[in-house]
């Protein structure tokens, strides 16, 4: 099973509510989309500070002008530096996270948890006050069949639905291997076809620009059907993950098109270095 650290250098980058009528404001002076008022980070890439310092790397981030916080479940995480917070209550940790001006409506979760250990889940995603629970991803073989792809759907369609019961939303969060070919259809279209869109969201990648696929696409060609994306830019001529803002992605034509897709929430998740400049660039559309 390939982990999610590797998989990430395989793929050539670094990457892992509020009412939708709330989630953008007015246009702004001197650009004509309409950026979100409030936008956040998953915790992945910075994990290794988190793990030395979770109050001072709240701070931090807060102090570049993020607001929200998406999570990744300690207990589903184990292995990768997340049991740390193992004996930390969702209660403390969400007290702490408060305390620096920060919320937490989002977390990762692996199959794996949500499979066997899911009520323990929905009790600390209720302490945390997360609306959100997201599967960070099926992680089938790598020449996984579209028809694993579908069976692997209809298992969380039935997880969502005790989730649901619980007054949190599911979602889906795709990598790259989802946007890949078996012979003519692509698993990621299966994959739409086959989750209940009642019960599970998506949460778009858009780091798979770098294969050619666009978020906006997307969220026009299934409206309604998204939660969250995590933000990440791509440059052709670099060859390489570059700041939000100084790559091929349209941005203007990025956030036009998550009002259609339903987008309540964005988080960025890239290289360490990137974030300072990436948020920078979303305070200033």
Same mark, same amino acid.
């Given at each position: ?9 395989? /793929? ?13 404001? !007015?246009?702004?002076?001197?650009? /004509?989309?309409?950026?979100? @008022?409030? +936008?956040?980070? #998953? ?10 310092? =979770? ?29 740390? =917070? ?21 977390? *990762? =979760? ?11 889940? %929905?009790?600390?995603? *209720? #302490? ?8 960070? /991803?099926?992680?089938? $073989? ?8 579908? &069976? ?22 795709? *990598?790259?291997?989802?946007?890949? @070919? ?16 009642? !019960?599970?969201?998506? #949460?778009?990648? !858009? ?6 696929? &666009? ?19 791509? /440059?052709?001529? @670099?060859?390489?993950?570059?700041? %939000?803002? #100084? ?16 987008? &309540?929430?964005? +988080? ?7 974030? $300072? ?9």
């Amino acid at each position: 099973m390939i982990s999610r650290r590797n998989f990430l250098k395989i /793929s050539g980058t670094s990457l892992g509510a509020a009412a939708f009528t709330n989630a953008f404001p !007015v246009e702004i002076a001197g650009y /004509s989309g309409k950026a979100p @008022k409030s +936008f956040g980070f #998953q915790v992945w890439t910075i994990k290794d500070d988190l793990f030395k310092d =979770f109050k001072g790397t709240m701070k931090k981030m807060a102090g570049m002008g993020y607001k929200e916080i998406e999570m990744c479940s300690p207990l589903g995480y184990t292995g990768t530096g997340f049991e740390v =917070f193992n004996n930390m209550t969702g209660s403390e940790m969400r007290k702490i996270i408060k305390g620096e001006g920060l919320t937490c409506q989002s977390s *990762h =979760f692996t199959m794996g948890e949500l499979r066997e250990h899911l009520d323990n889940r %929905i009790e600390w995603a *209720h #302490q945390m006050g997360i609306t959100q629970i997201i599967a960070s /991803s099926f992680w089938l $073989p790598e020449k996984a069949s579209v028809d694993d792809y579908r &069976k692997a759907c209809d298992e969380l369609n039935k997880i969502g639905l005790k989730i649901k019961a619980a007054g949190i939303q599911t979602g889906f969060h795709n *990598h790259h291997m989802e946007f890949e @070919k078996r012979g003519s259809e692509l698993i990621y279209d299966a994959m739409m076809r086959q989750l209940d869109p009642e !019960v599970v969201k998506m #949460q778009f990648q !858009v780091a798979v620009i770098s294969v050619g696929y &666009k978020a906006a696409d997307y969220f026009r060609k299934y409206p309604g059907r998204f939660i969250s994306a995590h933000l990440a830019d791509w /440059s052709t001529a @670099k060859n390489a993950q570059v700041p %939000i803002g #100084q790559g091929d992605v349209d941005w203007k034509d990025f956030f036009e098109a998550a009002k259609v897709g339903g987008v &309540k929430n964005f +988080f960025v998740e890239m290289a360490p270095e990137t974030f $300072p400049e990436s948020a920078e660039f979303l305070k200033r559309i």
